[in-house]
């Protein structure tokens, strides 16, 4: 079985309300869609999610990087030669959500060859995972609403919280949420860089008189220093996100003192590189979670595939719910959460057939 052809689709679908972070904000799903296709017929597929402001990847990027660098590469290899196939990539730096939506089609292609689904060749420690969702910033009721309708509607019981504004706006949603969904439902903050150290630290233990378990990305990456102050003072454990983007960047961030616990995402590095993060994380005792790129439906397939995968992810929340932002979205089975719950797909592969319609309304080529 060889690569026969690749594709790289750009897909633009609105949200239902926008998504705002502290680094960006976002009000559609422009989105990338990869498609490698074997000599046999097989079809794999994965999504990638640009984030020029993090990763400096844009759509166009991508479709650019996909057709004029990597798909020279792709075509006639063996979609099982996932490492020989990643160290051609790799002589082309970053380009991390092009890279990630490659791997991700790959194993698809993998799973469906063998007649296993991605989660089994992983290493099957789960069948389902607990559902977390990301709450964007707005107003506290808007927050509130936000994650009452999570928990009603769907069952979540675990929140990430956005934070990096101001931090008495930020304290005030992060009070409301408490009060109002009480406490026995994890809350944790990730605030995108967007506080200096001195009001990392001082946000760190208001955080935590609230409940809330862990904070993720609190100062600029590049501020290192600070972010070693900000995890030597901090009574909640602090997480690498954004600053923690390859293997490498993990260990040495874990080594120097810059974290204390790792988000990996399938989006930025596939599920290869995000399982070696996480045998990494795991021989130094260092907790990992699934992060979520405001995936669409198919990235959320993948994320909880890479879950119920592994071990040390399947114990904890995974990001998996921020799809339901979208208006629609291109897969033809959509993911249900039930009871909070988020379970893998039995079919070969990932278990995601594209719908050839909403392909042909959403694409933008």
């Known amino acids: 079985m060889k690569i026969d052809s690749v594709e790289a689709i750009p897909l633009a679908i609105p ?3 926008p998504f705002g972070f502290a680094s960006g904000r976002v009000t559609a799903a422009d989105h990338v869609l990869v498609r490698i296709t074997t000599d046999d017929g097989l079809v794999g597929h994965g999504e990638a999610p640009p984030r020029p402001y993090t990763y400096g990847e844009t759509a166009a990027s991508i479709v650019a990087a996909v057709r004029d660098l990597f798909a020279p590469v792709l075509v006639g290899a063996d979609p099982f030669a996932r490492e020989r196939v990643r160290a051609d990539l790799d002589r082309t730096v970053a380009n991390n959500a092009a890279k990630g939506a490659i791997d991700v089609a790959l194993w698809d292609l993998v799973g469906q060859a063998c007649g296993q689904p991605v989660h089994v060749l992983l290493g099957h420690a789960a069948d389902d995972v607990r559902a977390a969702h990301m709450i964007g910033l707005g107003t506290p009721e808007e927050m509130v609403a936000d994650a009452v309708e999570m928990r009603d509607d769907h069952g979540v019981d675990a929140f990430k919280i956005k934070v990096g504004r101001e931090l008495g706006v930020d304290m005030a949603a992060v009070r409301a949420l ?3 969904l009480g406490d026995a439902v994890e809350l944790y903050a990730d605030a995108n860089r967007g506080w200096d150290a001195d009001t990392a630290i001082v946000a760190s233990r208001r955080l935590a008189d609230h409940g809330v378990s862990m904070l993720e990305e609190p100062n600029p990456a590049a501020d290192v220093l600070g972010r070693r102050r900000i995890v030597a003072a901090s009574p909640i454990p602090v997480v690498g996100d ?16 810059d974290a204390q616990a790792i988000s990996v995402k399938v989006a930025r590095t596939g599920f290869t590189d995000s399982a070696k993060i996480v045998g990494l994380c795991e021989g130094l005792g ?3 979670v699934v992060g979520n790129q405001i995936d669409g439906m198919l990235g959320t397939v993948a994320s909880v595939a890479l879950g119920c995968g592994l071990r040390a992810l399947a114990r904890q929340p995974v990001e998996v719910t921020n799809y339901l ?20 797909r039995q079919e070969p592969g990932l278990g995601a057939r594209i719908d050839p319609d909403k392909l042909a309304h959403y694409r933008l080529d």
């Open 15 to 17: 949200y239902r309300r």
């Open 286 to 288: 260092v907790t990992t």
């Open 242 to 257: 954004e600053s923690t983007i390859t293997l490498g960047g993990v260990a040495r961030s874990l080594l120097d003192g």
């Open 178 to 180: 408490r009060a109002e």
């Open 325 to 344: 932002l979208m208006t629609d979205d291109v897969l033809a089975e959509p993911p249900v959460i039930v009871d909070g719950r988020l379970a893998a």
